[in-house]
Nanobody, 123 residues
Framework: QVQLVESGGGLVQPGGSLRLSCAAS????????MGWYRQAPGKERELVAT???????NYADSVKGRFTISRDNAKNTLYLQMNSLKPEDTAVYYC?????????????????WGQGTQVTVSS
């Protein structure tokens, strides 16, 4: 069974830092694009940052210069380094990955989501 498991969330003061991780496991042939999304209470889920297998990145304007997305293809793991955190960054953060996986002997392409990790920025 293929799954994404996030870790690293928590409570941090404004101006602080956190590093999120997302590990993919299961019958995986390859991981294509990956990304982080977030959803604050009462708001829609929004894109935070994405990264291609080759390392090209894209960021939401609200996090540019503060957040850095990276990945370790050998470990099937995605990271999000978050610096200079603000109260408005408070949300549940979700990992997303487009993967080629083995299903009943065939190669299939699916989008997967992690279960989410809470990030709270508050003094």
């Amino acid at each position: 069974q293929v799954q994404l498991v996030e870790s690293g969330g928590g409570l941090v003061q404004p101006g602080g830092s956190l590093r999120l991780s997302c590990a993919a496991s299961g019958s995986i042939f390859s991981i294509n694009g990956m990304g982080w999304y977030r959803q604050a209470p009462g708001k829609e889920r929004e894109l935070v940052a994405t990264i291609t297998r080759g390392g090209s990145t894209n960021y939401a304007d609200s996090v540019k210069g503060r957040f850095t997305i990276s990945r370790d293809n050998a470990k099937n793991t995605l990271y999000l380094q978050m610096n200079s955190l603000k109260p408005e960054d408070t949300a549940v953060y979700y990992c997303n990955a487009n993967m080629d996986v083995r299903e009943r002997g065939f190669r299939r392409e699916y989008d997967y989501w992690g279960q989410g990790t809470q990030v709270t920025v508050s003094s």
